[in-house]
């Protein structure tokens, strides 16, 4: 069974994480997933492991409750 779900995590990874790993760098992720990838683990995909994930309900939830007291470079990149 681990074995399974290493293998179709790493899948999921490629297809979804791994290419915006350039663009995220070490930042908190958002991540609104919907449908089929509702129940996803994100926090042990590959890439995402020990990463500060925030999963709300939805984008315009978040957006709603969030402070926006941005820090750094005050930038939101969305996908």
């Known amino acids: 069974m681990r074995a399974t779900l290493r293998v179709r995590l790493d899948r999921v990874a ?11 760098g070490d930042r908190r992720l958002v991540l ?9 683990p994100w926090s042990l995909l590959p890439g995402l492991r ?4 925030t999963i709300p309900t939805s984008a315009s939830r978040w957006h709603d409750l969030r402070q926006w ?11």
């Open 14 to 24: 490629g297809q979804l994480v791994t290419p915006l790993l350039p663009h995220l």
């Open 32 to 40: 609104t997933p919907s449908g089929s990838l509702a129940g996803t």
């Open 50 to 53: 020990g990463r500060p994930l």
């Open 69 to 79: 007291q941005l820090l750094g470079t005050g930038r939101v990149g969305l996908v």
